[in-house]
């Protein structure tokens, strides 16, 4: 079993461009999470699905959209990349909310 | 709010060494969850433990033991003598089922086993 596929690994946008990092799990769970993590700060959460079909703001949300495609897949969008969003990315799944969650490889991204 | 600390930033012992990763979080809610997760230099998080706030029980598992006390709010982490492999930064975090989905992290300790 794959797990939690992030794409793309790397990648390095302009200030002002899009783009979309995509999530997707095959363990059949329920929840699923965007996280950035910075040096020195740990990781924050940035937006969640706690089921197919609802997503909800975390604690730095500013800056992204979010989407449930359906329960296999969550993905992240910038709409107009800024460089204070250059951070290493993890989407992650759990069974329920609460559950231990299970991470991706990450996306570092970097913002010119 | 939940908050979790990990007072320690970066720690070396070396090898064959034990290891303690201090954890203090707090909560004003009765009913919590609390992992522990390792970040190797390859990038990846990987799960270690998952424990509720009922079950005070230590654990052990292999060369890693936890220690739960809910009078001091803490739930440490220690490594039994450590290897190389154990390099890798941990980070705690804490969870509430009072209606947030989100898991908190501390800013994690960065451990170097030296051979």
């Known amino acids: 079993n794959a797990g939690v596929t992030q794409t793309p690994k790397f990648q390095v946008l302009k200030t002002g461009q899009s783009m979309t990092l995509q999530c997707a799990q095959d363990m059949n769970h329920n929840s699923m999470y965007w996280y950035r993590q910075d040096p020195g700060m740990g990781l924050r959460l940035i937006y969640y699905s706690a089921s197919e079909g609802t997503t909800d703001k975390g604690e730095v949300p500013n800056g992204y959209n979010v989407s449930r495609l359906n329960k296999r897949e969550f993905s992240l969008r910038l709409e107009s990349a800024a460089p204070s969003q250059t951070s290493v990315y993890f989407c992650?799944?759990?069974?329920?909310?609460?559950?231990?969650?299970?991470f991706g490889q990450g996306t570092r991204l970097t913002v010119v | 709010a939940q908050k979790v600390t990990q007072a320690q930033t970066e720690i070396s012992v070396v090898e064959k060494e034990d290891v303690t990763l201090d954890c203090v979080y707090e909560t004003r809610d009765t009913t919590y969850y609390l992992f522990w997760y390792k970040q190797p230099p390859s990038g990846e998080l990987v799960f270690l433990i998952r424990?509720?706030?009922?079950?005070?029980q230590n654990e052990i598992s292999g060369r890693y033991s936890w220690n739960f006390q809910k009078s001091t709010s803490s739930f440490n982490f220690t490594i039994t003598a450590s290897q190389v492999v154990d390099s890798a930064v941990y980070f705690c975090a804490s969870y509430s089922g009072a209606g947030s989905y989100q898991l908190t992290f501390g800013k994690g300790t960065k451990l170097s086993v030296i051979p």
């Open positions: 424990r509720n706030s009922f079950d005070e």
């Open positions: 992650a799944s759990s069974e329920f909310p609460g559950w231990e969650a299970f």
